[in-house]
């Protein structure tokens, strides 16, 4: 059963259309990847998604209710929670308190609690510098403060734009690994934005490849990974 169903979307940007009729689902508790070069419209989708852009063209639908017109704060509070790309953490405020900026519409006290505890058993490390300021971690560290303050929102369905991006390898295995783990212990939906083809179609079970606005090819991340143009176009092979 599809969470988000993603019909026939276009958004424009004046006279240019970024999206072009863009269409595809996410099943619940799995996680999708749309990877494509930069400028492509991954950006873009996402935006869309929640609400951050209108769509001038088709619809978006969240466990089977139209979203596509609905404030970004509704969207939220929908079930959808965005990990963007840069962090865009607030550099002078506490790690912990970045974190509890993603809870702003829980009221459950007690469940914020708990979610709080959840991301320190993902990320021991935001556990012992929550009294640091978000600005001095490094860039792995604050990416992972990123997603935990997605995670606080408490969401259905997380989408990821460009986690990996300026981190090194070995902290891009990392991000990686959390996302699985995310995925199967929280059963949580995924949508995963990546240039870093490679890790994305590894850690999903569906993929969309977007080139000038328009998804060209699609299948199971090993699908893509056994793709003649894939491997030429993004893999490097």
Known sequence: MALLEVRGIQVAYGHIKAVRDVSFDVPVASVVALIGSNGAGKTTTMRAITNLTPISAGEIRFDGAR???????ETVSKGIALSPEGRRLFPRMSVLENLLIGAHRVADRGAIQQTLET????????????????????GGEQQMAAIGRALMA???????????????PKLVEEIG????????EAGLSILLVEQNAQMALRLCHAAYVIEQGSIVVSGTGQELLESDFVRRAYLGV
């Open 154 to 168: 408490r969401p259905r369905l997380l989408l990821f734009d460009e986690p990996s991006l300026g981190l090194a």
């Open 67 to 73: 979203i596509d017109r609905l404030r970004p704060s």
């Open 119 to 138: 991301i320190y058993t993902y990320f021991p490390t935001l556990k012992e510098r929550r009294k640091q300021q978000a600005g001095s971690l490094s």
């Open 177 to 184: 690994r959390i996302i699985t783990q995310i995925n199967k």
